[in-house]
């Protein structure tokens, strides 16, 4: 069973690479504003990683930021989920 071990960890990297692409070009945008675009990436990212808190955070941040409270509330909540399962 080793070869299936090594192609996980080879997958596990590729999504490590675009995890860091959506997550830094989403704060990029967040930094300039530019909340629209910042979801894009962010939710790029959890199409790869759904239960990633820096995506759903920031998120929950950008949909505040635009007002949009109830969006906002449900990326923050789905975090504390995240947080209260079963490890």
Same mark, same amino acid.
């Given at each position: 069973?080793? @070869?299936? $071990? /090594?192609?996980? @960890?080879?997958?596990?990297? /590729?999504?490590?690479? $675009? &995890? ?14 530019? *909340? ?5 990436? *962010? &939710?790029? &990212? ?7 808190? /820096? ?13 949009? *409270?109830? @969006?906002?509330?449900?990326? *923050? ?8 399962? /079963?490890?």
């Amino acid at each position: 069973g080793g @070869n299936k $071990h /090594v192609r996980s @960890n080879s997958s596990q990297l /590729v999504n490590h690479i $675009h &995890e860091n692409n959506n997550i830094k070009k989403g704060i990029t945008y967040l930094e300039s504003k530019m *909340f629209k675009e910042a979801i894009n990436c *962010f &939710e790029n &990212e959890l199409i790869i990683n759904p239960d990633n808190k /820096v995506a759903l955070l920031n998120l929950g941040y950008c949909y505040q930021n635009m007002n949009q *409270f109830q @969006n906002s509330t449900q990326y *923050f909540s789905k975090i504390l989920q995240i947080d209260n399962k /079963v490890k």
